[in-house]
């Protein structure tokens, strides 16, 4: 770890701690890349990190882990509502396979939003979806029942992951491959 600067640490209700981007970059030096990616999402989508601030204490910083901090930033989201997410995302964006939009709006005939998933290609109308433990419950059940025979009546391909998939990433990227494929996407 290296010296802290003057704006590497905050006070968030009396406790003193670094920085958002101090501690992202603190954490490349030891994790893993689609972990800090999730980490990086998160701190987004909480408000602890921003484009400016990363690039600020990326320019100024050379610690352990800058290497990997400079390939994973550009891929950092707060759109990703969730560390399997966020995983997912990166592991499609460190393969051939084409970036994914995360979030994606699905549309009715009339133009309408009727749903959204978590990652997709709007070009070749292919979602993904992580299914986490709440997707099981009675209520979120049904939901999800009509948010896909919403989706698949527009023409969507949905690919639904759950927890058993965060150990198989080969698997992951070569159903959405094939599934693209399918859908005419060719790279």
Do not use: N
């Given at each position: 770890m290296s010296e802290l600067g003057p704006?590497?640490?905050?006070d968030r209700?009396?406790?003193?701690?670094?920085?958002?981007?101090?501690?992202?970059?603190?954490?490349?030096?030891?994790l893993?890349?689609?972990?800090?990616?999730?980490?990086?999402?998160?701190?987004?989508?909480?408000?602890?990190?921003?484009?400016?601030?990363?690039?600020?204490?990326l320019a100024a910083s050379s610690p352990r882990g800058i290497v990997r901090a400079r390939r994973c930033a550009p891929a950092l989201d707060p759109r990703a509502a969730s560390r399997p997410e966020s995983l997912l995302r990166w592991w499609v964006i460190d393969?051939?396979?084409?970036?994914?939009?995360?979030?994606?709006p699905v549309l009715d005939r009339r133009g309408r939003e009727v749903a959204h998933g978590d990652l997709g290609y709007r070009?070749?109308?292919v979602?993904?979806?992580?299914e986490g433990r709440q997707h099981a419950e009675r209520e979120q059940f049904g939901r999800d029942v009509d948010r896909y025979s919403l989706?698949?009546?527009?023409?969507?391909?949905?690919?639904?992951?759950?927890?058993?998939?965060?150990?198989?990433?080969?698997?992951?990227?070569?159903r959405l491959a094939g599934a693209l494929w399918?859908?005419?996407?060719?790279?």
């Open positions: 704006g590497d640490v905050v209700g009396g406790l003193r701690l670094t920085s958002g981007p101090r501690t992202w970059l603190d954490l490349a030096a030891t893993p890349e689609d972990e800090l990616v999730a980490v990086g999402d998160a701190l987004y989508r909480a408000g602890h990190l921003d484009a400016e601030q990363l690039d600020a204490q393969s051939p396979i084409p970036d994914p939009e995360p979030q994606v070009r070749w109308k979602l993904v979806e992580y989706m698949a009546a527009d023409g969507w391909l949905v690919l639904r992951f759950a927890d058993r998939h965060l150990r198989q990433r080969a698997v992951v990227l070569d399918s859908r005419g996407a060719r790279w």
